[in-house]
């Protein structure tokens, strides 16, 4: 007979939802305190989540070594909420094209920067140092075509195998014969 003061063990076989921590892959004494283990979740993941984002970014690190920094990283109030914040507006389609275009816009500025500069000294050189020499008499009159075709022909020369102090030298020398 089944009594029905508690007889039943139907409660017991009812799987158990896992804690939001063993979701995680993180105990609670593991992550700082005050964040919320749920916020983690949904934008960092799981422990194993992030050891594989951080194996991909620092190939060079054992994986002990991005088990420490993990721990360390979870730690970290500050951090930890700043990147999920990051990854919050990265899910934001219009927050990650502005964030591509950024990074487009740097690299072109990274090329055309050096040649803005390089034009802008040349152009002071020549404006401030070359011609006041050309009008004084100090000096022949330089023609740019003249001395770009020479520096060209003998940089093409220095990668057919020649030296590059002859190419100096002779670029140099070639310029002052015109």
């Given at each position: 007979?089944?009594?029905?003061?508690?007889?039943?063990?139907?409660?017991s076989a009812m799987p158990i939802e896992p804690s939001i921590y063993d979701r995680i892959g993180f105990k609670e004494s593991e992550i700082a305190f005050g964040v919320d283990p749920n916020q983690i979740f949904k934008w960092i993941g799981t422990r194993n989540d992030l050891m594989t984002r951080v194996m991909s970014d620092n190939p060079s690190w054992s994986e002990e070594k991005a088990e420490t920094e993990v721990s360390k990283f979870m730690l970290d109030k500050e951090m930890v909420e700043l990147f999920m914040k990051y990854q919050e507006r990265m899910s934001d389609p219009q927050f990650k094209e502005a964030q591509e275009k950024a990074i487009r816009?740097?690299?072109?500025?990274?090329?055309?920067g050096p040649i803005f500069i390089g034009v802008f000294i040349g152009s002071f050189v020549d404006t401030n140092i070359i011609q006041p020499k050309v009008q004084r008499?100090?000096?022949?009159?330089?023609?740019?075509?003249?001395?770009f075709s020479k520096l060209i022909h003998a940089a093409s020369s220095a990668g057919a195998g020649g030296?590059?102090?002859?190419?100096?030298?002779?670029?140099?020398?070639a310029v002052s014969d015109s």
């Open positions: 007979m089944i009594s029905s003061m508690g007889g039943s063990d139907f409660g816009n740097r690299k072109i500025s990274n090329v055309l008499g100090e000096m022949d009159p330089i023609d740019i075509g003249t001395v030296s590059d102090a002859v190419v100096v030298d002779s670029t140099i020398s």
